[in-house]
């Protein structure tokens, strides 16, 4: 079977490297990893991977925008997108409510239950 490929969009280096980790260890998934939104966008459109996770906070061009824009580009419309957010009080945080994100995962999550949740989210099967 082939590996699942998912690309990681977040400006935090040490997320990257759990992320990258976990994803590896416990499902034996590539991951790509970008820091920016616009390294994000490029990496889709070459890459295509299977899924993203999108940090909702980062500096220049946040998970919000970003997303917009893989949404409206044909080439990674149909790409599913998880968006990862940082716990806020009273919901989620301005504009998240209103994407239609494949899903979101709230930070700090465990590493080791990432893939098995992205797996859910996105009914493929384990």
């Known amino acids: 079977m ?3 490929r998912i690309l990681i969009v977040d400006d935090e280096e040490g997320i990257l490297a759990v992320v990258r980790i976990g994803l590896k260890m416990t499902a034996g998934w590539e991951v790509l990893t970008a820091t920016s939104g616009a390294e994000g966008l490029e990496m889709a459109k070459t890459e295509q991977p299977d899924a993203i996770l999108l940090d909702v906070m980062m500096p220049d061009m946040d998970g919000i925008a ?3 824009q893989l949404q409206a580009d044909p080439q990674t419309q ?5 968006l990862l957010t940082a716990k806020v009080r009273g919901g989620a945080p301005n504009g998240v409510s209103d994407l239609e994100a494949a ?3 709230v930070k700090p999550f465990d590493a080791l239950e990432l893939a098995e949740r992205i797996t859910n989210i996105l009914g493929w099967t384990p």
Do not use: E, N, Q
Not at 78 to 82: F, H, L
């Open 66 to 68: 970003t997303f917009r």
């Open 103 to 105: 899903g979101a995962i």
């Open 2 to 4: 082939i590996p699942k």
């Open 78 to 82: 149909k790409i599913p997108v998880i």
